[in-house]
């Protein structure tokens, strides 16, 4: 149990000394102090799943969002030169591969990193999330945003899934491939 805890207390600690702004043994003795209160005082559910660790995955995760982060936004200068205020906007459906909280919680976050885009409504029950995205002008730019939604999850699911919703991902992908739709 208290094992289990120990990240709990780490990042408690480290966000203590992070806002006393000094590395001092005292700081770090206090945070810790502090930290088991807190975990003490108010514990939080453990997860039932624990978060895998793939250091490599993460890394990879990160420079696809950097990537990403950069085309997205050479993306929507193009939308405001090009369109102005006449820049379309819309609403996508995509499917949610993951239903681990952790994955999907990472996948909306990494969404709304994206310039011009950002997730409104995730619904685990149907395995569906809705994203919100500018420089929808036709049927093919829904698809190219639903692909790139699954190009995105899989990415996650690397970093923090398991192997059976990689796998499912993969299997998305590969049928958005065959008939040039993800539904």
């Known amino acids: 149990m208290i094992r289990r805890r120990l990240p709990q207390l780490f990042w408690l600690t480290?966000?203590?000394?992070?806002?006393?702004?000094?590395?001092?043994?005292?700081?770090?003795?206090?945070?810790?102090?502090?930290?088991a209160l807190v975990?003490?005082?108010?514990?939080?559910?453990?997860?039932?799943?624990?978060?895998?660790?793939?250091?490599?995955?993460?890394?990879?995760?990160?420079?696809?969002?950097a990537a990403d982060l950069l085309r997205s936004a050479g993306d929507i200068a193009w939308q405001t030169v090009r369109h102005g205020p006449r820049a379309r906007a819309g609403i996508v459906a995509a499917p949610l591969v993951s239903d681990s909280a952790h994955a999907v919680a990472l996948l909306a976050g990494s969404v709304a990193l994206t310039p011009g885009s950002y997730v409104l409504q995730i619904d685990r029950v149907h395995g569906t999330f809705w994203v919100y995205t500018l420089g929808i002008r036709s049927e093919s730019d829904v698809e190219r945003i639903r692909r790139a939604m699954l190009v995105t999850q899989r990415n996650v699911i690397a970093a923090v899934g398991t192997p059976a919703e990689l796998a499912a991902c993969d299997r998305g992908l590969a049928a958005a491939e065959r008939t040039g739709r993800t539904r």
Not at 14 to 35: E, H, Q
Not at 43 to 55: E, G, I
Request: positive net charge; without cysteine.
């Open 14 to 35: 480290v966000v203590w000394v992070l806002l006393w702004g000094t590395f001092s043994p005292a700081t770090i003795v206090g945070g810790i102090v502090v930290a």
């Open 39 to 65: 975990t003490w005082l108010f514990p939080m559910p453990l997860m039932p799943d624990p978060v895998p660790f793939r250091p490599l995955r993460l890394l990879a995760l990160a420079g696809f969002l």
